[in-house]
């Protein structure tokens, strides 16, 4: 049986999934400091999903978590999943390449009293989203 954390996580998942930004704030504290896997903070709610969570997904209009693994550590949550869709979408100064993507990816996240998600950070191989991408083949190459 899953803890009511890891819950809090599924529903964080299948809310990105679904595209349902309003149910993903209400799982997110106020106080939330957020830092993805740029290093960029993100910090309450809205700066989580609108900055973080719909980035990706403005990035990659299909995007999905798929896979998903969960590791309940109390008031922390580590889930593991492939991060996959097609980049239909810029992603910062880098335009659209069309290109689809299956990025293993690690989300870490801490709880607060109240049950909703504190705060956290995200691990992800920018080398090989880019190369997948290709922004970044020959690098990507290297790092096989």
Known sequence: MASKNVETVQAQ????NDRDWDSMRGLI?????FVDGRGQRHQG????????????ADAFSDGQVAKPEYYDAGDTVITEFVGRGTN????????????????????IYHFDGEGKISGGRAYFDQLDLLGQLGHAEAAAELAR
Do not use: I, T
């Open 88 to 107: 239909d979408g810029p992603m910062g100064p880098l335009p659209a390449s069309g290109r689809s993507v299956e990025l293993p990816y690690v989300e």
């Open 13 to 16: 998942q299948a809310a990105f």
């Open 45 to 56: 709610p809205e700066e989580f999903v609108h900055n973080y969570s719909k980035g990706w």
């Open 29 to 33: 504290a106020e106080d939330c400091v």
